[in-house]
């Protein structure tokens, strides 16, 4: 008797065994191998019979009937006796493995359609679809489900249904992934488009909010709710620029230069993405002056990395010039000096009476006296160059044209005004014919009363100009490739008009155009054509072209 039990457990153990194996190899063969529902559900039956405590396969059975009713809707019958043993199996899986957060969430999925054909359930889909949320991780598929299906239900919820979907779908997007937004709004946008939704889940994110603002545009909706996105997500860069700046002052100041340098040209990448867009709404999120002082300020911070890493004035990247072209304080052009003396890269203002042969580095020295107000010393350096012997090398005439303005200009703001005409003549008379130059000199006829000479230049000058009617060739312009286009100008306010032809009848495209890296006008371009007011800079500017929805063919410009 004692040798026969331990025969017949290992006996009832293979048997066992070989239940459970013709059971698991059922469950793969009907999910992995049977495409038609029914023929699924036949395999699955089967397993369950062999071995009823396999939850999977009852998972799997309620999904074979949930399927096979949704191919049947047509087909009262045999769709609602789908569905209602889709319940009975969802429902025995549960039992088998209560915390199966997928097992909720197809259950709720039949009890949903069984909602909408008024049939009878055991429980509400909604408790349900909250089981199957808690039960998951944020960032898990089931979760992204949930979140969609409540999304597409919206109108219908309660107030506390809503609240929970909010819930879910603010820690959705708490990972700040813009393409998972995008699959949201897609939902959003078939099932109601309550902007209240998006403002409540949206994550304080830059590229959340451009996300939004590009979704808003290609649909043709809300040109206000677009241009407040574009704005917060402006308002984000420009704090994280001034972080940027923050921490590479610190680096700086502690010589970790390569550090300093990354965070600099961070910083300025997030400062030249900012457009402005608060100019075509009604808030306020960047002021301007401390806009204007940040940039400065970490140009400045790059230029000074470039100094250290270089040791000399070599400028590839122009951080030192645009500084100097934003910077009006002679004070902090005075910081700058002294940093560049204790370098060696130029001579103290004590020993400026020697000043340097290379015109370059003369030109360079002449513009941070210029910023420091410091006319009388230019005008003597000048005149000082003119009485020399210098042989001009072609590669240092635009040098040598850059220093004879600067001593004009500087004759100019000490009221010496034919000697500032002659240097200004001079300057033209070193290069080619240049529009500041022209400017410069027309103004000085002007304070001459020298009205036949201020006519001439004028002449001049619009000759340089960007003409009233530009062709463009039938350009393409598509969404996410925008057109540039250079415009010389002499600073005087423009109203400009595009005209295009679109690529398909009854097109309407969203429009945006920037002028130097600032918006001026979005809007939708009518009967193919588009107008706005611009403020030009006096010489070269680039306007930008873009389109948000439609792609379109550019005909011309004119004013």
Not at 154 to 180: C, N, Q, V, Y
Request: a negative charge; proline letters at 4%; charged letters at 25%.
């Amino acid at each position: 008797m004692k040798k026969v039990l331990p025969l017949a457990a290992l006996a009832v153990l293979a048997v066992l065994q070989t239940v459970v194996y013709w059971n698991v190899h059922l469950f793969y063969r009907a999910r992995d191998g049977a495409a038609d529902p029914a023929a699924k559900a036949k395999i699955l039956t089967v397993a369950a019979s062999v071995y009823p405590w396999n939850d999977q396969v009852w998972f799997e059975l309620g999904k074979a009937r949930f399927d096979h009713g949704a191919e049947a809707l047509g087909d009262a019958r045999v769709r609602d006796a789908a569905f209602g043993e889709s319940v009975r199996y969802f429902l025995k899986a549960l039992a088998l493995n209560p915390g199966s957060a997928s097992a909720h969430f197809q259950f709720a999925q039949s009890l949903q359609y069984m909602s909408y054909l008024s049939l009878s359930a055991p429980v509400p889909y909604f408790d349900e679809f909250k089981k199957a949320a808690s039960l998951t991780g944020h960032n898990s598929q089931v979760y992204l489900e949930v979140g969609k299906v409540l999304l597409a239900r919206w109108e219908s919820l309660r107030p506390e249904e809503k609240d929970f979907t909010l819930d879910i779908l603010r820690k959705m997007l708490a990972g700040k992934d813009p393409e998972k937004l995008r699959e949201l709004l897609e939902i959003w946008y078939l099932h109601g488009q309550d902007g209240m939704v998006v403002e409540k889940i949206m994550p304080e994110d830059a590229g959340c909010l451009r996300a939004y603002a590009a979704f808003l545009g290609e649909k043709s909706l809300s040109l206000e709710a677009r241009e407040k996105a574009l704005t917060k997500a402006e308002s984000l860069d420009f704090r994280q620029a001034r972080a940027e700046f923050d921490q590479g002052q610190r680096n700086f100041d502690y010589g970790q230069i390569e550090e300093a340098a990354d965070r600099g040209r961070a910083g300025l990448r997030l400062l030249e993405s900012i457009s402005f867009y608060q100019t075509l709404g009604r808030e306020t999120l960047i002021d301007a002056g401390e806009f204007a002082e940040l940039r400065k300020k970490t140009y400045l911070l790059a230029a000074k990395c470039q100094i250290e890493k270089t040791r000399s004035l070599s400028d590839p990247d122009h951080y030192l010039e645009t500084y100097l072209a934003l910077e009006d304080e002679p004070l902090a052009v005075g910081e700058l000096e002294k940093f560049l003396v204790e370098r060696g890269l130029i001579e103290s203002e004590e020993s400026s009476a020697s000043r340097p042969r290379d015109l370059r580095t003369l030109a360079f020295e002449l513009t941070l006296d210029f910023k420091q107000n410091r006319y009388r010393d230019i005008t003597a350096a000048g005149e000082s160059l003119e009485k020399s012997a210098v042989v001009i090398p072609e590669a240092a005439r635009a040098h040598y044209a850059r220093i004879l303005r600067l001593v004009g200009d500087s004759y100019m703001k000490t009221d010496y005004i034919y000697e500032a005409q002659s240097f200004f003549l001079k300057s033209l008379a070193a290069g080619p014919e240049d529009l500041e130059g022209l400017i410069s000199l027309e103004k000085c006829y002007d304070r001459l009363n020298d009205d036949p000479n201020v006519a001439a230049v004028r002449r001049r000058i619009n000759a340089l100009l960007t003409p009233a009617e530009l062709d463009l060739g039938r350009r393409p312009l598509r969404k996410g490739a925008p057109v540039r286009i250079g415009l010389v100008c002499d600073g005087t306010p423009l109203a400009l008009t595009v005209a295009f032809e679109g690529l398909r009848p009854g097109s309407r495209p969203l429009l945006v155009v920037l002028l130097n890296g600032r918006v001026v006008r979005e809007g939708y371009g009518e009967d193919g054509r588009f107008s706005f007011p611009l403020t030009p800079a006096a010489g070269n500017n680039t306007l930008i072209l873009e389109t948000v929805n439609e792609p379109l063919t550019l005909l011309n410009i004119s004013r």
